[in-house]
């Protein structure tokens, strides 16, 4: 009755009401996760496509295994990997939100908060110092989070994108001589992004849950950071509070995909 | 003349399993770790060259799945003649590698063959019955389908008490709902087939008509998804135990292993690799556990469903 009032209960472990707790750390996660998403979508339909195209040649086996090597890779192992080579042996990027001194000035008053996220009120505030700052210490969790779903997404492209070219309608297109570019971009590819469409609501879980460990890996602030912390210490509040906030982003991204199902096939619309 | 028809079916399958090089890779992979997780007594002695009996020999050690601390300084050493893969928190990791891999067969095994049969039998009852039947357990299903895999797992784990029975029920418990949905969609295909209605009319009773007619010719694609789970659910086991929410402190467990391994890393900047070992044989124990089960399944589906290619 309490939590559709918004009355969570008392986190031990933020030391504050549960979903204060959440709501501070939201932000941190959230940019993450849209950090995450670009890359993923973007590189992954792309390599999926080439791979398509180029069926049985060199690209496409080489595309083939590193995807389903970098899907078997469990994250934390990768994070571990990742924070050893960037940053024990480089030293490019530090664990954790900001450095010490970044940290200092983006606490103080005077600094302009507007939509929370670092890196981008870091430009609003044209330190772009703390902008370069935030943005070090954000790429490894992202190459993290974003290698394993790339693969997934490039794999469901790649089967889709056969499939479709495979399909009358493209015999037909390059029958009438439509160039190969426009055959592919034009004919293909849009019809061959429904399936595509429709696992995007398995990587929204999938970039969400992963957030926990990766948060824990890198040592950010985060809700991810917050429930695996809250899970080890048995604090049952803040636990139940965020799985309970994952769960209506979930639905909520559900939603959103359902929305985007029938911008990309317009047969959903009319029936 | 010729062999009855099935079998000559099954032989071509094999044939063209043996001919695809990834599902060879998988499955020599899966061999070796089974022979691994076989003779784990043998390739890693569970002794403790710490405590000596009375004829001055290493003594047994009671559960050979907790490691035994060798040294009681906690900081890794580097791999060593003794210790081919070094040592972290006093234990060898040659010795948590060789038994982890028993913890991940009997985690993923276990759940997997549960959690499959679970949803056998709900997706079954869903199918085979229809009307509001269906429509209650599928609802059911859609509730468990929203909450996120690996909270969810850390949610129940948390309320049952941490450990790593704790973590196979929650897998469980939130890991039928793929194979219940798989399985309704091929029973309600299915059960419009002449041979399950002539089945009904010769009065056969509806136990019967799931479990010998219409299982046998729906249960592949749910076996094929099966072993393509297995991967993710290690993985997710293992994540677990990395946050400190399954294996107790020292047991033979790659997650819980590379929790160990965590701290050391974080603390230390520019310096070279100089705890590698801690992460790369545990990690690769365990990227190479997945990617076996994950080839073997792509190549089974491949094989026996030529629709998805």
Redesign the interface.
Same mark, same amino acid.
């Given at each position: 009755m309490n939590a559709l009032q918004g009355d969570l209960g008392w986190s031990q472990v933020g030391k504050e009401p549960v979903l204060k707790a959440i709501l501070g750390r939201f932000p941190y996660t959230l940019e993450l996760a849209l950090y995450a998403l670009f890359p993923v979508v973007g590189v992954g339909i792309w390599l999926g496509v080439k791979a398509a195209v180029k069926r049985d040649k060199f690209l496409d086996h080489f595309i083939r295994i590193v995807a389903i090597i970098g899907w078997s890779f469990p994250d934390f192992v990768f994070g571990l990997l990742v924070l050893m080579i960037f940053y024990s042996v480089l030293g490019w990027f530090p664990p954790g939100n900001l450095s010490l001194w970044a940290e200092q000035i983006v606490k103080s008053p005077n600094y302009l908060k507007v939509t929370h996220l670092l890196t981008i009120d870091a430009l609003i505030n044209g330190r772009f110092d703390i902008f370069l700052d935030a943005l070090r210490h954000i790429v490894g969790p992202v190459i993290t989070l974003s290698f394993l779903w790339w693969a997934y997404l490039l794999r469901i492209t790649r089967s889709s994108m056969l499939e479709v070219l495979s399909k009358e309608y493209v015999r037909t297109a390059r029958a009438k001589g439509v160039p190969e570019r426009d055959v592919i971009h034009k004919h293909a590819k849009r019809n061959a992004m429904i399936p595509v469409v429709t696992v995007a609501g398995a990587m929204v879980i999938g970039l969400l849950s992963g957030t926990v460990i990766i948060e824990v890996i890198f040592n950010r602030t985060g809700i991810g950071q917050l429930a695996a912390r809250a899970a080890v210490e048995l604090d049952y509040a803040t636990v139940l509070g965020t799985t309970l906030f994952y769960s209506i982003i979930l639905v909520l991204g559900n939603l959103i995909i359902d929305i985007l199902y029938a911008v990309f096939d317009p047969r959903v619309r009319l029936s | 003349m010729s062999e009855p028809k099935p079998r000559s079916e099954f032989r071509r399958m094999m044939r063209k399993l043996l001919r695809n090089p990834?599902a060879i890779l998988g499955f020599s992979l899966l061999a070796f770790f089974v022979l691994v997780a076989i003779f784990a007594p043998y390739i890693a002695e569970p002794v403790n060259p710490q405590m000596l009996d009375e004829n001055g020999k290493p003594m047994r050690l009671d559960n050979p799945y907790i490691m035994p601390v060798i040294t009681w300084s906690s900081e890794p050493i580097p791999p060593s003649k003794e210790h081919p893969f070094g040592m972290i928190q006093g234990r060898d990791i040659f010795y948590g590698v060789v038994w982890g891999t028993r913890t991940a067969f009997y985690i993923g095994l276990t759940v997997t063959l549960i959690s499959t049969a679970v949803g056998i039998v709900i997706g079954s009852i869903s199918g085979y019955y229809g009307g509001w039947i269906d429509e209650i357990l599928m609802r059911i299903t859609d509730v468990f389908l929203?909450?996120?895999?690996?909270?969810?797992a850390?949610?129940l784990?948390?309320?049952l008490g941490?450990g790593l029975d704790k973590v196979m029920i929650a897998m469980v418990v939130f890991g039928w709902m793929g194979a219940a949905r798989l399985i309704r969609a091929n029973i309600l295909q299915v059960k419009e087939e002449q041979f399950v209605l002539a089945a009904k009319a010769l009065g056969i009773k509806d136990f019967f008509i799931i479990l010998r007619h219409i299982l046998p010719n729906t249960i592949f694609p749910v076996l094929i998804q099966a072993s393509m789970r297995m991967?993710s659910l290690v993985?997710t086991a293992?994540?677990l135990s990395?946050?400190?929410?399954g294996a107790p402190l020292g047991y033979a467990d790659w997650?819980s292993m590379?929790n160990f &391994?965590?701290n050391w890393?974080?603390g230390?900047? @520019?310096?070279? #690799? &100089?705890?590698?070992y801690a992460?790369f044989y545990p @990690?690769m124990a #365990?990227?190479l556990f997945?990617?076996a089960w994950?080839?073997v399944g792509?190549a089974l589906r491949d094989v026996f469903d030529p629709r998805?290619?």
């Open positions: - | 990834s929203s909450i996120p895999f690996l909270l969810a850390m949610v784990t948390t309320i941490n991967g993985i293992a994540g990395f946050l400190g929410l997650g590379l &391994t965590r890393i974080l230390t900047s @520019g310096s070279s #690799m &100089t705890y590698w992460v @990690g #365990m990227v997945v990617l994950n080839l792509d998805l290619k």
